[in-house]
């Protein structure tokens, strides 16, 4: 592996899709239904909340085609930022990844996979199948990103089939429930109930559709940027929201709220079992691992070309951080794919795993800089709509897909994202403030590479 090399345009609609759809769906659906039940009081609640964050989610994704169309590049969420609100803040977001983010998600759906695998077979520790599975993905990606999207593809498709036959066995297998009347609480009558929980049920699911955004990491191999990129995100959001719903009515016709309520954490479980007898808790366990087995993949796939686009922005710096991006900047020959990131997004992700076991609280910490990094990209699109980015002018991508609905489109994304944001910041300040602080160790970095050339 020596020198720069330019990534290659190998990954076509399916694969976009399935990334798309494969980072959104990981354990969540299994355990969210739950969380819901908690504050919905009639089944169509359920349902209303489901497809109310499909539909903010998609907003934001519908604008992300735009501006990765505008901007098709390996790592496209930096080059947006950086061309709307300039270098500084663009390196601050993929610093955010770089050190503590990007490992600890890793770090933190391995163990998860680990758990699983490890309940299954009841041998080797959860940490030992995790880093595994990290490294695993490294190899394949590291043949080349066609391997990865081929990879992605196939994961995808096994874990919605799963899902699907899950979905068969409560509609078709399982006794339905018995109707049982509820109560509604007073508090929850008018449109001031209503508002409470529709701001309380977005709350407990919108967070299940997160992991969209990680296709911009991959748009520089992106076959037809300016047709599979929109269509990619556009089809996978509303696949995925589409399943999302169809899952809770099969939940919702063995398991009744009331029933939810009072064990959420079993929710899938009962389904399973009273789809498919005793063998179902062993087939969903089966079908947790894989999905989140899968969202793995995609996170190994994707975080590196963002590394990537950093380091060979700032590979020309002199002194200890020129060297270490020029490792990082290191680009297969052989393979086109971004070795060096791939090396070290495993790597970090490794450690973290061993040494912090899942690195949770510490990705806690970012849950704020990094949303706000992501309004902030969406808003780009308002500034790039008056003046495009002077890299894109010549693309023949331009303007072949524009946001449907905008400006509404976008705002209603930020809007929401606005108000979730500010609620973290009430709910957890400290870990807002320990999140900030943590940012700002990029500041000295970004002013030492400004000085030496990068």
Not at 30 to 51: D, K, N, S
Not at 328 to 343: K, M, T, Y
């Amino acid at each position: 592996m020596t020198g720069l090399s330019p990534l290659r345009r190998h990954l076509g609609l399916a694969a976009v899709a399935a990334i798309v759809i494969g980072n959104m769906l990981g354990s969540g659906v299994f355990f969210t239904p739950g969380e819901l039940a908690a504050v919905a009081t009639r089944p169509w609640q359920v349902h209303f909340i489901w497809a109310l964050s499909g539909l903010i989610t998609l907003c934001g994704a519908l604008t992300l085609a735009e501006l990765c169309t505008l901007l098709p590049q390996a790592g496209a969420s930096y080059h947006i930022i950086r061309e709307a609100f300039g270098p500084f803040y663009g390196f601050l977001l993929v610093w955010l990844e770089l050190w503590v983010s990007g490992p600890g998600a890793v770090a933190g759906i391995a163990v998860a996979f680990g758990e699983f695998a490890h309940r299954m077979t009841g041998t080797i520790p959860p940490v030992a199948w995790g880093a595994a599975a990290v490294g695993f993905f490294a190899l394949v990606n590291l043949a080349g990103v066609q391997w990865g999207g081929r990879t992605q593809v196939l994961l995808t498709a096994i874990k919605v089939a799963g899902i699907a036959a899950l979905i068969g066995g409560a509609l078709l297998l399982a006794a339905p429930a018995a109707a049982a009347p509820v109560a509604v609480p007073d508090a929850d009558q008018g449109l001031r109930g209503f508002l409470r929980f529709t701001g309380l049920g977005i709350a407990a699911v919108l967070f299940t559709y997160d992991g969209w955004i990680d296709v911009s990491h991959v748009a520089g191999e992106v076959r037809r940027p300016g047709r599979d990129l929109p269509l990619g995100l556009g089809v996978g959001v509303l696949a995925l929201t589409l399943l999302y719903l169809a899952v809770n009515h099969a939940y919702l016709r063995v398991v009744p709220l009331a029933a939810m309520r009072a064990a959420p954490t079993t929710v899938a479980g009962t389904v399973a079992t009273a789809a498919f007898g005793p063998a179902g808790g062993r087939m969903l366990d089966a079908l947790m691992a894989v999905s989140i087995f899968g969202a793995l993949g995609g996170l190994v796939l994707t975080l590196p070309r963002l590394f990537y686009t950093l380091a060979a922005q700032y590979s020309g710096a002199g002194g200890a951080a020129g060297g270490f991006f020029r490792l990082l900047a290191r680009v297969s020959p052989r393979s086109a794919v971004p070795a060096g990131a791939i090396l070290f997004s495993a790597a970090s992700s490794i450690a973290a795993l061993l040494v912090f076991g899942s690195f949770s609280r510490l990705v806690n910490f970012f849950v704020v800089p990094l949303q706000a990094a992501n309004i902030l990209m969406v808003g780009a699109i308002f500034r790039f709509r008056r003046r495009p980015p002077a890299t894109a002018v010549g693309d023949p991508t331009i303007r072949q897909y524009r946001t449907p609905g905008y400006p509404v489109t976008p705002i209603i994304f930020m809007a929401v994202m606005a108000v979730f944001l500010a609620s973290a910041i009430i709910a957890r300040p400290v870990d807002t403030l320990a999140g900030v602080a943590l940012a700002a160790t990029g500041i000295p970095v970004y002013r030492r590479l400004s000085r030496t050339g990068g």
